[in-house]
């Protein structure tokens, strides 16, 4: 059974930097993205950035561009995302998730879901 432990998160000013982590376990295949998707309230969930355990290849929205920054070990099994210069438009519960596909533009297409950080960007 897949799980995904995540540990971040929290109450921060805009400008302001936090980082997520998220740890796999349970994995049975080579070939995923591992990443994050957050919903702010009343939005659908959106995929923010990911890691594509092959290659470390990596995946961004275009709204975190140049502030947020994922990482890993090698296997990929540990994840990171530094989020700099935090924007209120940024607060929402991200969520940790896996996908055996290569696609990250819908919600639809992750396999694994962890329980989600609240992440709160006060003005």
């Known amino acids: 059974q897949v799980q995904l432990v995540e540990s971040g998160g929290g109450l921060v000013q805009a400008g302001g930097s936090l980082r997520l982590s998220c740890t796999a376990s349970?994995?049975?295949?080579?070939?995923?993205?591992i990443g994050w998707f957050r919903q702010a309230p009343g939005k659908e969930r959106e995929g923010v950035a990911s890691v594509r355990s092959s290659d470390g290849s990596t995946y961004y929205t275009d709204s975190v561009k140049g502030r947020f920054t994922i990482s890993g070990n090698n296997a990929k099994t540990t994840v990171y995302l530094q989020m700099n210069n935090l924007k209120p438009v940024d607060t929402g519960v991200y969520y940790c998730a896996i996908s055996y596909g290569d696609s990250w533009s819908s919600a639809e297409y992750v396999d694994h879901w962890g329980k989600g950080s609240l992440v709160t960007v006060s003005s």
């Open positions: 349970g994995l049975r295949l080579d070939y995923y993205r």
